[in-house]
């Protein structure tokens, strides 16, 4: 039975990656899916909050890739995101839902910054990395929108901003995120596999199933305006997330780099406002990325197994 202090509660994006996964956590929401509604439309968004009259918003809903998709296609991330964000705030608004929780990204945050962990008030410090700046900006934007409509209106709109996402139901493929694409290549190869990069670079990643559970959560007791961040301690390199992901998987593979488009460095986040807030409401529990890669792997297996 759902927690939630919420009555209706309505998932935009709600077919995607991290909606199919809520939804087994919390079944009885109303999740859209963009079969249903065109949310670039103002008027379709608008008819999907009038129908539904929910009063309260999860907005999940984003256009986003893994690097190569997000460098390729920059103007159609940037557009459709900003028409997808401002019209569901406005949406929301004019029918009178009063509590929007709205899902960022850590990719928003600085390509640099002078302290790490960064925290939620580097968000504006600095500009993104430069092969993700319209996924960024939309983020950050996303965050200025709701702490307006929250500065004006005196509404309850707040935002999270999640580490890197992996887990059962994501994208694998050439245009997915490196989780999903560095899987594909695993369980497709049977001696080497060629990654972009040298490996460098430092990731947090969160398993989806522990982002799902907490979104209920957040709905639940994030009120304020901090873009709250929700990302696990551990911040391995992209070449240790591949050697676990490979040994996980059980295989015996070699790995060649291409030495370029390495992207952001570093990008590691404090959870700890985020520890201090559910403190007195069950904790944080992260779980481990060996273990969460080995479900993503066994996930993988069975599933292009039943549609192949």
Known sequence: MSSSPYKTVLVTGGHGFVGTNLKEVEPGWIYLSSQNYDLRDPEECRQAVELHRPDAVVHLASKVGGILYNIQNSTEILHDNLLINTNILEACKVAGVTRVLACLSTCAWPDHVDEYPMVERDLLSGPPQETNLSYSYSKRLLYIQCK?????????????????????????????????????????????????????????????????????????????????????????????????????????????WSGDLNGQHRKDCSPAHLKILLSAHGGVNFTPFDKGIRKTIDWYREFTTTHA
Request: aromatic share 10%; hydrophobic share 35%.
């Open 148 to 256: 307006a409509y929250r500065e004006k209106y005196g509404l309850n709109y707040s935002c999270f901003a999640p580490a890197n996402i992996y887990g059962p139901y994501m994208d694998c493929g050439s245009n997915s995120h490196f989780i999903g694409a560095l899987i594909d290549k695993i369980e497709n190869s049977e001696d080497t596999i060629h990654l972009m990069g040298t490996g460098s670079p430092l990731r947090q990643q969160i398993y989806v199933t522990d982002l799902a559970n907490l979104i209920p959560r957040l709905l639940r007791y994030h009120h304020s305006d901090l873009p709250l961040i929700v990302a696990p301690d551990h911040n391995y390199s992209i070449k240790k997330l591949a050697e676990m992901a490979i040994l996980e998987s059980g295989k015996e593979i070699s790995i060649t």
